[in-house]
């Protein structure tokens, strides 16, 4: 039962609850602070609900770090919304990947599904206050808050490159990471899966789990956008699966 992801996993949302709960306290708007309050608490509940479950099978999970409040609360919720929404696209692949072997016995699997879920609504409210918040800027806020995604972008980016670029230290978290990017669908099956195969599945989960909110609701688009490309572009090898 020893998975590459459990460290990363808690601190992830820890670090997501902090941000959210940053992001929502100086709010005017009383529902939307309460809103975004309840991710912060629900990331919190998700980090019981795994923390409690790997200590169950007896793994060790490495000492938390501290959680700092975050200087920059717009930049943070932008950067955690945009993290959230490409982790949950593999997230919802690795998922089906881990019922359909039989890895996730179907307790796991039930005990999983509303933290699953959660986070789906999460991506979906991200992208929905993304979309209000432009529709109330001026043209001036329009230009800044513009400029802020794309920073958060090229942060999320570089972060992430770090992370492939640092197998072999001895920071144990990062190794977790890294691994997990790298080898996390067959961490939970013992049929081997190719590249191309594994985007199919989340892309075909991420559009199952969506479909049945309000269609008026925006959608994240981008993780979608550049899978559907890659797929597209691997139908002209149709004999590449990896």
Wanted: glycine letters at 6%; one cysteine or more.
């Amino acid at each position: 039962m020893s998975l590459p992801i459990w460290d990363i996993a808690v601190q992830t949302e820890g670090r997501a609850r902090l941000s959210f709960a940053a992001f929502a306290d100086p709010l005017d708007d009383s529902e939307m602070r309460s809103t975004i309050m309840l991710n912060a608490w629900e990331e919190n509940r998700h980090k019981e609900v795994l923390s409690h479950l790997v200590r169950a099978y007896g793994i060790e999970l490495a000492e938390e770090p501290p959680y700092l409040p975050p200087r920059d609360r717009e930049f943070a919720f932008l950067v955690t919304g945009y993290s959230e929404s490409i982790d949950s696209f593999f997230a919802f692949g690795l998922f089906e990947l881990a019922r359909q072997s039989g890895f996730f016995p179907p307790e796991l699997v039930e005990t999983f599904e509303p933290v699953i879920q959660e986070e789906c609504r999460h991506i979906l409210f991200f992208a929905n206050w993304l979309a209000w918040h432009r529709a109330n800027l001026g043209w001036w806020g329009r230009i800044r808050f513009e400029l802020r995604v794309a920073a958060a972008w090229v942060y999320i980016g570089g972060l992430r490159v770090g992370l492939a670029h640092s197998v072999g230290t001895n920071s144990k978290a990062t190794q977790q990471e890294t691994n997990f990017t790298v080898n996390g669908a067959q961490a939970v099956t013992a049929v081997k899966i190719g590249f191309l195969d594994l985007m199919r599945i989340c892309l075909q989960e991420n559009d199952r789990r969506l479909a049945g909110y309000d269609p008026r609701l925006c959608r994240p688009t981008r993780v979608p956008a550049v899978v559907r490309f890659v797929l597209a572009i691997g139908k002209l090898w149709p004999g590449k699966k990896s």
